[in-house]
């Protein structure tokens, strides 16, 4: 909670800087080519320094507020701090971490209205553009950078709000044990997020609380006289126009999930996202591991390869890491015999070409002799390079794990002394 709470802070600042800076420019390039008033993108400066303000200091706690997407974990964890505040309301145990979770409460209340405030200068500035017949190269290019930074602006506060969902193991535990709590149990149902959207508190009858709301049967009894009023066909045509409309809504779903879909805070934007930006830097490295079998005349392979490497998500169809791998020899059928016959350096791309299929690519530099120190690997010319091209396919196993099946060419194999095989056949995995 703390992390995410001082990250969001920084990345306001960073996006809320960033657009200021470049609504900046497209008005400094508006005035110079005499394209008339700007007046309309005045007067912001004020707004933009009370946003910065109000995150680099500490401001008041925020009354409960269900903003955008309702998120269950954050309700259950608001409630509990407070129900135990009743017990022990003056312990540092339970004021400190109440405090922390009001910050995030007011953070997210002020991601929340930064994101509509950035929108509302963006359509500011293109209401402004729209009155150009032909917007200058210039100009344009600048108002495409205004728009990829208010995209990822909301990506990002998307992104933390992912986080959220994900409670650490000793905050989970301790919300499964409160929930057991008959005393607990009634304090959530009247002072929730959800109690105070729908008014149920203990001075007020459930039902009453309910008074307005269309229930499923109403609902159904309207339609079935709506249907029956339309002739002895009605009901088939109705059951047609359904398919139809399903089969669209299915098809705007795919779309929709595509730009995170399900959330609320959705934005559908007119270019190719990278949705690799707003992810913190661990959760874009890929861990891979793989096997390599050496060729021999015999049943059993003469050595085998094994390499463990980390890869780094540049987009979301490019992968750049570095890796090590290990030489085994194996022995032979007679006399199986595990022995260390050297090592390597790695490194390695992945560029994703369509579905499950990669150009992979890498450098690599191997030592194919067993060693007894480390001053036997200071010997740079001892080392045999690589350089390696080929194709790959990756293949989903879980939700975090893919199978791999790499096919490469070493363009380097006949300068090899002796000249080795060319042609590299690895299997392995990769996970997050």
Partial sequence: MISVNRQLAKRSLKYLSKFQRQERKIKQKMEMLNSGSTSALAGAN????????????????????????????????????????????????VKEPLARF????????????????????????????????KIPGSLKSEFDKLSKTAYYYSAQVKEY?????????????TLSILNKLPAFQKFMQENGQLASLFRINENIDPALSLTGLQTR??????????????????MKIVQQNIALATGELNKLKEKVNQFGGGNSDIEIPDFKPNNQKTKTFLKRLEYSANVQFEKSSKLLPSAV?????????????????????????????QHISFTSQGLGLRSFMD??????????????????????????????NAWQR??????????????????????????????????????FFRLGYSFK
């Fill in 102 to 133: 009001d910050q995030l409460q007011t953070r997210l209340l002020q991601s929340e209205k930064i994101k509509d405030f950035i929108a509302e200068r963006k359509g500011q500035v293109k209401e402004l553009l729209s009155k150009y017949a």
């Fill in 351 to 380: 560029w994703k070409i369509k579905k499950q299929f990669y150009a992979s690519g890498g450098y690599e530099m191997n030592y194919n002799t067993s060693f007894k120190n480390i001053a036997q690997l200071k010997n740079y």
């Fill in 217 to 234: 049967s109403s609902v159904q009894q309207i339609i079935q006289q709506r249907v029956t009023g339309g002739g002895p066909n009605a």
């Fill in 161 to 173: 709000k992912e986080m959220l969902k994900d409670p650490k193991k000793i905050e989970q535990k």
């Fill in 386 to 423: 690589s350089a390696l091209m080929g194709v790959s396919k990756k293949y989903k196993i879980s939700k975090k794990m893919k199978g791999e099946i790499k096919l490469l060419y070493d363009f380097l194999a006949n300068q090899h002394i002796p000249v080795s095989q060319p042609v």
């Fill in 305 to 333: 390869n094994i390499g463990l490497g980390t890869g780094y998500k540049l987009n979301d169809k490019v992968t750049a890491g570095i890796g090590l791998s290990y030489k085994m020899g194996v022995g032979s059928i």
């Fill in 46 to 93: 004020e707004k933009y320094h009370e946003f910065s303000q109000k995150i680099k200091y500490k401001t008041a706690n925020v009354t409960k507020v269900i903003s955008g997407e309702y998120n269950p974990y954050l309700d259950s964890l608001g409630s509990s701090l407070s129900f135990l505040r009743q017990f022990n309301g003056d312990s540092d145990k």
